[in-house]
């Protein structure tokens, strides 16, 4: 009596530190959290950014999409007050832009280690909140090192080709399950719920991905009964 959720997420995706507040809000409600195991996977929404970016954020999404500076600042503002619903202080004015894929390689590193949810929030956090750049690998270090994970440890799976290959198999599952945009949550490889949903919404998947796998819900201790083999007595 167990249910797998499956997030496919980017640390550079504003929506998916939002979506990830909503799912756990919903989470903390489930009666069967303690039943429930999240697995986070690696997604890069921009994986020709350059390691480190010269420019700030708003310079990044006027060329990147090809919008005018002042929709790019409405946009962000947008998402700022979101995240503030969900107790985020999102701080784009400071965030560093970064290719987020060493950083993935560290959430990595982090699930052998058994952190990956502490290091995926820290990322997160660190990108958003802080203005810490996720490119760098001394920011990286420091934080798989508050998580409990050596300084040799993660330096070494920055350059694991083995994580290399575990990062890129989460991309390609994700192609193969037809992801386009994330967030993405998949429970029990059975429902998928795209994008930074109400909490609402992932209670009513959590609940009906549970009856699914769990049909029959025992109330109550052993009692009496007969069996093929007879009565108890």
Known sequence: MALDIDIWSDIACPWCYIGKRRFESALAGFAHKDDVTVTWHSYQLDPSLPRHY????????????????????????????????EGLTYDFDSLVVANSLRAHHLLHVAA???????????LLDAHFVRGLDIGDDDVLVAIGGAAGVDEATVRAGLDDPEVGREVQGDFDTA?????????????DMKYAVSGAQPAEVFTQALEQAWREGNPLQPIGGDAAACGPDGCAI
């Open 54 to 85: 010269d420019g700030t954020e708003v310079d990044y999404l006027v060329q990147r999409k090809g919008m005018a500076a002042d929709q790019v600042r409405q946009m962000t503002a947008h998402v700022a007050e979101q995240a503030a619903g």
């Open 112 to 122: 052998r280690a058994g952190v990956q949810d502490e290091v995926k929030e820290a």
């Open 175 to 187: 192609r193969s399950l037809g992801i386009q945009g994330v967030p993405f949550f998949v429970l």
